[in-house]
């Protein structure tokens, strides 16, 4: 990477921080903050947004030129993901909009629906449970009652 100007500032992991702006020759493109590996080398650390040649934008932290921490991930679909990251994956908790509306509220564990989350579809029904990837047994459906008036 290229880095435009450096001033004296720190990331979040404690490193010294480095604004930079880098368009790779591929098309994607990088604005915000970096440091410097041991070799010296420029590093995507601390918060900045990457978008990619086909248009898939992160906006977020990063540690080590990875999407690291919390950011939100736009998809030209309409998928977004907004929640922690770990490693490039999602990891930790999150919400997954699906580009049909309907949305994922939960638990992620690389890259996968793992663990206490809810699943709203396009009609509003909430569906709560334990999901496992594809496989969520034993979800449970939230009921909305509403107390009818009185003539």
């Known amino acids: 990477m290229s880095d435009n100007k450096e001033r004296n500032s720190f990331n979040l992991h404690g490193e010294q921080s480095i604004n930079a702006s880098y368009i790779f020759p591929t098309g994607e493109r990088y604005e915000g903050e970096c440091s410097r590996s041991a070799s010296g080398e420029l ?41 922690e990251f770990k490693d490039n994956m999602y990891h930790g908790t999150g919400t997954y909009t699906f580009p049909d509306g309907s949305t994922y509220k939960g638990h992620f564990s690389k890259n996968r629906l793992e663990g206490e989350g809810a699943f709203t579809n396009t009609e509003g029904l909430v569906w709560t449970g334990e999901f496992h990837g594809k496989a969520a047994l034993g979800l449970k459906m939230q009921h909305s009652i509403s107390a009818k008036p009185t003539l």
């Open 43 to 83: 590093m995507r650390s601390g918060v900045g947004k990457h978008t990619s040649a086909d248009g898939i934008i992160y906006t977020g932290e990063w540690h080590q030129d990875k999407m690291h921490g919390r950011g939100t991930l736009q998809h030209p679909s309409g998928a977004l993901y907004e929640g």
